[in-house]
């Protein structure tokens, strides 16, 4: 046996690298990928032998999909997980990729690959888009690092630097940068266009909106607007929403196995009031809910008063909770829970309160009924047919954003759980 | 004559220290991870994993940005590595037994640390790339706030062995440590190590809100060696705080290099554990918490462990 299979038996027990890329329709199947020991997602493409693309792929995600494909390193290979969405378009794009089909395991598709990539028995897939500089380099000097009109704009394709006073009024370079669809913390699809200054954003700008990722119908929330639904399943799926951000959002702030934790107790079958206390409990004695979120990306209450922006606006102090209208909650003797601060840590606690709530109500809730249709209070805020709570926050965002440092911005962004609840784009491709 | 190893014998009883220490950082990292995260413990899985994801990675192709400067993306690791492997070579395992016991041991160890903004601005300007760029400045920024409280606290450990050789520091600590002696020390230090080490809620280069930072252009063996480098600086500072503050060698029963290898790993077990528990911390808040408060408290260590000298 050679070196190479030596390894390549060793390396075959190893997780999987893989990253993932979630399209319209992905819905919460990266939590299963999540939690199986067998694959670790990772957080750059540099690092993964296999792209995982969960969902539908439309149009404006097609591009940045086959540019994360060509920065992997050899030997790749793609696995599509479509969930029922078209296949056709990605998969002109890249011949080699392999389909997850409605009966198959998605996991075994991508173990078994992985084995046969690394044994040699499938050859890594070749690079998609040309390998060229987008343009010849034209500049002057030992390592042709300079030349005239290199400073501002986007001069040979690259956006170059320039000057502009920043919060201090100091003349300093700053750097136009697009980030996004593919930012393993961000909602999927979100494209932010930034001006930063060192690490400050001195400009943000909404490039594409994100993606929804709940397949409609199987989201009671939605079933929720059209007929009664039970009050138990719909707080339960409350729960399991704010959890599962939560989990998130420990991943983010460097806490990847306290957040496989939280992953664990949103997907399981039994979810009771007592676990979400101590992981409460757990959660206040890290410093996730002091340090790292305190006073980061504060809202004025007086700026979310009447936008219906539900967990965000109660968390700056608004009593605003579309459950109250329900005759069915009121007799559950259901009361807003409202935090104070309207930061990234009051953010947190409002969720968290929440979760806590929402199970004591599904278990006090019984067979019970919402008997209002037409309004329902989803984990993103009010949800009536044609709006968009996620939507109205997004538009909020830039100004946000805005002289903030890079890591506050981000805090924030994640902060604000802006995957949205309604399809405010297209859902299929 | 302070104890030094042979100088044929000197770079393997430096590797093979790095390489445990190494090893058994990975081990420990994923057997905490596992715990914290509830989910079963599987011997097996964790004492192989790390072998295992090496020769995942020595199988990946290393790959390229455009314009990277590729002679200074591949020295970064390697110094990175260098730099651990002096903080070790310093650290003596036993009253006889040291690589290279120096007489300015402490002040080469302190040099090697500083370094090591070197290294990691290295890694992350090279890529010519954003992300990894924005990670090589943060760790410029916060560099001094972190490194100056530690050299600080060092240097009052010095005070009472009156040597600089990290052999005398831990000879002055026969029936007192400086733990107790110096109750502000070993929090400072293992404070600021991690920000040495960019580990766990000081990994501010290489954070998850960078994608990665500095090394998320980093693939295969390029990316092996960054992290096996950034383990072995680990290791480094967490030998050295054993040395200094917990008496090193030194205990009952036990031979002495058992007793260094205990204490230092009940410190990186401290340093994993705060990885896994505590968030990144904020940039700005951390500067100013470094200037108002871990400066002026280890200044204070250091005037407290002058006085102490002066009365004895």
């Known amino acids: 046996m050679g070196l190479r299979q030596a390894l390549a038996g060793l390396a075959g027990a190893a997780p999987v690298p893989v990253f993932a890329v979630e399209g319209p329709g992905a819905g919460a199947a990266l939590d299963a990928v999540r939690l199986d020991p067998r694959v670790r997602l990772v957080d750059s493409p540099r690092a993964a032998n296999v792209l995982l693309v969960v969902g539908g792929v439309p149009r404006r995600l097609l591009r940045p999909t086959v540019r994360v494909h060509d920065q992997m390193s050899h030997p790749r290979c793609t696995v599509w997980w479509p969930r029922g969405a078209p296949t056709r378009r990605l998969a002109t794009r890249l011949p080699g990729i392999l389909l997850v089909g409605p009966g198959d395991d998605a996991m075994s598709v991508v173990m078994d690959t992985h084995r046969t990539l690394l044994r040699g028995d499938r050859p890594s897939d070749p690079a998609v888009l040309p390998d060229v500089e987008p343009a010849p380099w034209r500049g002057v000097g030992p390592y042709r690092q300079g030349g005239k009109g290199m400073t501002g704009g986007v001069p040979f394709g690259r956006p170059m630097a320039t000057r502009a006073p920043d919060r201090d009024r100091l003349e300093l370079d700053f750097l136009p940068v697009r980030i996004g669809p593919c930012i393993p913390f961000f909602p999927p699809g979100l494209v932010l266009e930034l001006r930063v200054q060192g690490d400050v954003i001195q400009e943000a700008r909404i490039g594409e909106p994100a993606f929804v990722l709940s397949p409609d119908r199987d989201d009671p929330f939605r079933q929720a607007l059209r007929e009664p639904v039970l009050i138990v399943e719909l707080e339960r799926a409350r729960a399991r929403h704010h959890l599962r951000w939560a989990a998130g959002a420990l991943r983010f702030h460097g806490l990847g196995a306290l957040g496989e934790r939280v992953l664990r107790l949103a997907v399981a079958s039994e979810l009771n009031v007592a676990d979400a206390r101590a992981l409460i409990r757990l959660l206040e004695r890290t410093r996730v809910l002091a340090w790292a979120t305190s006073g980061v990306g504060v809202i004025p209450t007086e700026r979310l008063a009447g936008t219906g922006l539900g967990p965000t606006a109660r968390a700056t102090g608004l009593v605003e909770d579309a459950r109250t209208e329900d005759p069915a909650y009121r007799a559950l003797g259901f009361a807003p829970v409202v935090t104070r601060g309207g930061d990234a840590r009051a953010r947190w606690r409002q969720r968290l309160e929440e979760v806590v709530q929402a199970l004591e109500l599904a278990e006090r809730a019984d067979r019970r009924r919402t008997e209002v249709t037409g309004v329902v209070e989803s984990p993103h805020g009010r949800l009536a047919a044609g709006s968009a709570p996620t939507a109205a926050l997004l538009e909020r965002l830039p100004d946000l954003l805005a002289g903030q440092e890079w890591g506050d911005a981000m805090t924030t962004v994640v902060s604000l759980d802006l995957a949205p609840a309604l399809p405010h784009t297209p859902a299929a491709p | ?312």
């Open chain 2, 1 to 312: 004559m302070r104890p030094h190893a042979p100088p044929l014998l000197a770079p393997l009883a430096v590797g093979a220290a790095l390489l445990i220490g190494v090893y058994l950082t990975a081990v420990l990292d994923r057997a905490l991870g596992a715990w914290v995260g509830g989910r079963p413990l599987r011997p097996g899985r964790a004492l192989a994993g790390p072998v295992r994801e090496a020769a995942l990675l020595v199988l990946q192709q290393r790959t390229r940005t455009e314009r990277s400067d590729a002679e200074a993306w591949a020295l970064a690791p390697a110094l990175l590595a260098a730099l651990a492997a002096v903080g070790v070579a310093v650290v003596p395992l036993g009253p006889a037994a040291a690589v290279a016991d120096v007489q300015s041991g402490i002040v080469l160890f302190g040099a090697a640390v500083a370094l090591v903004m070197v290294a990691v601005f290295l890694n992350g300007w090279s890529a010519n790339s954003f992300f990894p760029l924005l990670g090589a400045y943060r760790f410029v920024a916060l560099a001094l706030s972190y490194e100056m409280p530690f050299a600080l606290v060092l240097i009052a450990a010095a005070l009472p062995a009156e040597s600089l050789a990290v052999g005398e520091i831990v000879r002055s600590q026969v029936g007192l440590w400086n733990v107790i002696r110096q109750p502000l020390g070993l929090p400072i230090y293992l404070m600021t190590a991690l920000g040495i080490a960019f580990w766990g809620p000081l990994n501010l280069p290489d954070a998850e809100d960078l994608a990665g930072g500095t090394r998320a252009e980093l693939s295969g063996m390029a990316l092996l060696l960054w992290r096996v480098a950034r383990s072995a600086v680990l290791v480094a500072v967490t030998a050295m705080g054993a040395a200094v503050f917990l008496g090193g060698w030194q205990g009952p029963w036990l031979p002495g290099w058992a007793w260094m290898a205990i204490k230092t790993l009940s410190l990186l077990v401290a340093l994993l554990l705060a990885g896994h528990l505590l968030p990144r911390v904020r940039q700005e808040r951390f500067v100013v918490f470094g200037w108002v408060v871990l400066i002026p408290l280890a200044l204070v260590d250091i005037f407290l462990s002058g006085l102490l000298l002066l009365l004895r």
